[in-house]
């Protein structure tokens, strides 16, 4: 049960947090639309056409923003509220009635299991609706054209799909190539090449894969191993060839940054198709640890800000918030190096996302005998 002051403090940090999640995202918008404007300019014909794209660019841009920035906006106003509950001595009447400083811990931690709710809503369902528009250039109504980064195909023996570019919308990869891997699926080296591909999802009748249209060349069957046949399945028209593969449309483009526009269960999948290399299986893994991991994180430096704001034989409020902002700093920077050494596989990805949690808890459980009693 909440009382008046917890449901005082908890309302408070909320409003904080929307006051600076509001002031940092219209600085951004300021800054990044004066150095961007002429994007805009350029595709629009009309005033009221050049309001709308900017409109609905940075409208799609705000749910991303708030992935991006929310767990440092929480931290940051979960230290100001401190500082303006130290400032105006309104902890006092509460430790001059003998409650320890730790019970503001509860309205400061149910706000932030709320905003942290909010994060997961907003990276599980709202982020992977809007995975397209995200990825639409300024000025543009439809996603870019991107460079097709070249896979393995780990289900195929290592079948080598390239192209010369996708188109987002779309969902089609242009200019498509496969090479056929000798000898399992053929008794020599062969590239199929066509127009165009597109993926199809697997079905109750039919597994997953790419219909290549309109091939380019000759092929000849009969180049074709018995496993091969199996995979590679020529059309009655002679024209395309649907190949079974594992390897979906999203994963030949942007494989390092794409990863923020899946879902957690999308996640999973993607560990769990066998198609998946080494390398996007280790930025997959890390992302989906990180995910489990920043909420504990945010939490845990709630639980550390408090003591270093509140230092007892301190009377320096200045003092105290740079102390916790340095201290809490420091743990960023920590957080973001191991994510980098599991980023490059130096250390384990689930390691690399759960150090920062091991060491933030043993410094919170250390700074607990700071605080004003």
């Known amino acids: 049960m909440l009382t008046t002051f917890d ?17 940092a995202y219209g600085l951004y918008i300021v800054i ?44 940051v106003s979960v230290i100001a509220v401190l500082g303006m509950l130290r400032k105006n001595s309104e902890t006092f009447p509460i430790l001059a009635a003998g409650i320890p400083a730790f019970r503001l811990l509860k309205p400061l931690l149910v706000a932030a299991l709320i905003l942290n709710g909010a994060l997961i809503l907003n990276q599980e369902i709202i982020i992977p609706a809007f995975a397209i528009p995200l ?49 399992q699926l053929s008794r020599h080296f062969f590239v199929l090449k066509a127009e165009k591909a597109r993926y199809v ?4 009748k039919s597994p997953s894969g790419w ?15 018995e496993e091969g046949r199996q995979r590679v399945i020529p059309s009655r028209n002679g024209k395309d060839v649907f190949i079974v593969s594992d390897v979906s ?12 526009f899946l879902s957690s269960i999308q996640l999973i999948q993607r560990l769990r198709n066998p198609a998946t290399g080494p390398i996007p299986v280790r930025r997959q893994s ?6 489990l991991t920043r909420p504990i994180l945010c ?57 920062p949690v091991v060491v933030t808890g043993v410094v919170s459980a250390w700074t607990s005998g700071l605080v004003q009693t």
């Open 135 to 183: 990825q639409t250039p300024r000025g543009s109504e439809m996603a870019q054209v991107q460079t097709v980064e070249a896979v393995y195909d780990h289900s195929n023996h290592l079948m080598h799909i390239d192209g010369d570019q996708v188109l987002i919308k779309e969902q089609t990869l242009i200019g498509a190539g496969f090479q056929l891997p000798t000898p």
């Open 249 to 260: 449309f999203d994963q030949l483009y942007n494989r390092g940054r794409n990863v923020q």
């Open 286 to 291: 890390m992302a989906l640890h990180c995910r």
């Open 7 to 23: 449901r005082y403090l908890l309302g408070r940090l909320i409003h904080t947090f929307v006051v600076l999640f509001v002031s």
């Open 32 to 75: 990044d639309l004066f150095t961007n404007v002429d994007d805009f300019q350029g595709n629009a014909s009309t005033i009221v056409n050049l309001l709308t794209q900017i409109g609905l660019y940075y409208f799609y841009r705000a749910f991303q923003f708030f992935e991006m920035a929310g767990p440092i906006l929480i931290v």
């Open 299 to 355: 939490l845990i430096n709630i639980a550390i800000a408090l003591p270093l704001v509140f230092r007892k034989e301190s009377h320096s409020l200045i003092t105290n918030m740079a102390v916790c902002a340095a201290v809490l700093g420091l743990f960023y920077g920590l957080t973001e190096a191991s994510f980098a050494l599991g980023g490059t596989g130096l250390i384990a990805a689930d390691l690399a996302a759960w150090i």
């Open 211 to 225: 219909l290549l249209q309109n091939l380019i060349g000759v092929f000849d069957e009969n180049i074709l191993t």
């Open 201 to 204: 999802n697997a079905t109750d």
